[in-house]
Structures are given as C-alpha cells and as structure tokens.
C-alpha cells in the first residue's frame, strides 16, 4: 500500500485565487510528521510547511496552511492567493518515527496558476 | 542562511563509467540522505548515513552505489558502473536528526546525472 497519496498529477487555479492541494497518508506509528515541498521547474526541493501528529493546531507558513484532519489521514495543502510564481510540482511527505531518518514521498500535483 | 550545496549541478557520464556526486551539509547537522528522482517520477528514498556509518538504505541503493564522509564536511554518493537507468536527478539532504518527526530534512538543488 501506497504510505503517501496524492490523487491530483495536475491543478489548474486562476491567480489570485485559493487552492488546495490533497494528500492521504497511511502510517500504523502513532508519531509522524508531514512535510509538503515545492519543485519549481528548475528542480529544487523547496520546504514549505510541517505538520505534527500530536499538534492540536494546522500549521500555517504565510500563504500556506496544511488542513490537517487526523482521523481521515489527510494533510492537505492549501495556498491562499496564488501567485504565477507559484507553479510548480507539490509533494507532500512523511516521517514516521519508527523511520524517523528517512522522508517517504507521494507522486507529487503539478500546480499551474493562470493569468 | 545555512544551506547544502551540491556538486556538480549537471554531469553527463558514459554508463559503465563510475561516478561520485558530491554533497556539503549543513555544517551542525548530523543525519545524512540521498534521494534521487527520475525525470518526471517521485522522489525516492537511496541511503541515510548516521554517525559514519549508513543507518538505513532502501532496495535501490545495491552494491553499485556507496556513500561516504571522507572528511568533516564533503558526504559523496559513489555509483561504480553507471546503468542507463540510473539517469535522475540526485538529492542530498542533511537535518538535526536525533529521530524526531519533526526535524525537517534540508535539500540541496540536486545534481543531474545523464548517462549515455
């Protein structure tokens, strides 16, 4: 079974406007994280934003908050007012703590923000 | 800002060739990965280092590929005979480590392995 899904390979959302980007996961550990990243198109892993098992709160980081819903297992990201620059590949990403040195990637949702 | 810098950003190399990707982590971090990604594929789990000495390896690091800290800061990712397959794009990423959750691994901007 797949540890990380992401449903979505392409999103389309106009400039200005919010976007969520969808992510199940599939953990038995009680304790993980989940990590989103960004790859523009010139191939770097951008760090986002970081979500806690054990948080009680959704993390926000500026524009982006991760809608958290621990008994679905879903972390979705959304971005709030996309801007063009923000086209690009998405990951979304875990850690459990029985791996707790290693990430486990999903296939990743190609954003695209139109003027 | 402390960021991890990989070397060279683009290397083209003759399959049978060895070749060795060069990584410098954050200088107070203490875990170590690489990650690789073929073109268009998700990004995959190769080897965690820990300590000198290689804490966890996935199915893909086999005996052609080797890591190592020849010194305090360079950590290298060897592949001996280079296969067709292994064109990708090569991550190394460093964190605090200690196995918490929420340490959050930082990326290098990769290098791009072609082979021919």
């Known amino acids: 079974a797949q540890k990380i899904t992401q449903t979505q390979p392409g999103m389309f959302v106009q400039e200005k406007e919010a976007v969520t980007l969808d992510c199940t996961y599939d953990t038995s550990d009680p304790s993980y994280g989940l990590f989103w990243y960004k790859q523009p198109s010139s191939g770097e892993m951008i760090f986002l934003i970081y979500q806690g098992s054990y948080d009680q709160q959704n993390a926000t980081e500026g524009r982006y908050s991760l809608n958290f819903q621990k008994a679905r297992k879903s972390a979705n990201l959304v971005i709030s007012a996309s801007q063009l620059g923000d086209s690009a590949m998405y990951f979304c990403a875990m850690r459990e703590v029985g791996s707790a040195r290693q990430l486990t990637f999903g296939s990743g949702t190609q954003l695209t923000v139109l003027p | 800002e402390p960021e991890v810098t990989q070397t060279p950003s683009h290397q083209v190399t003759q399959m049978g060739q060895e070749v060795i990707l060069r990584c410098v982590p954050i200088?107070?971090?203490?875990?170590f990965y690489w990650y690789r990604q073929i073109l268009g594929q998700k990004v995959e789990f190769l080897v965690s280092f820990y300590n000198n000495e290689i804490s966890e390896k996935s199915e893909i690091f086999d005996d052609q590929f080797s890591v190592e800290r020849p010194d305090g800061s360079n950590f290298t990712l060897k592949i001996r005979s280079t296969k067709l397959e292994d064109s990708a794009m090569y991550f190394c990423?460093?964190?605090?480590?200690?196995?918490?959750?929420?340490?959050?691994?930082?990326f290098g901007q990769g290098t791009r392995l072609t082979v021919v």
């Open positions: 990423a460093s964190s605090e480590g200690q196995g918490k959750v929420n340490t959050e691994a930082f």
């Open positions: 200088s107070n971090h203490l875990y």
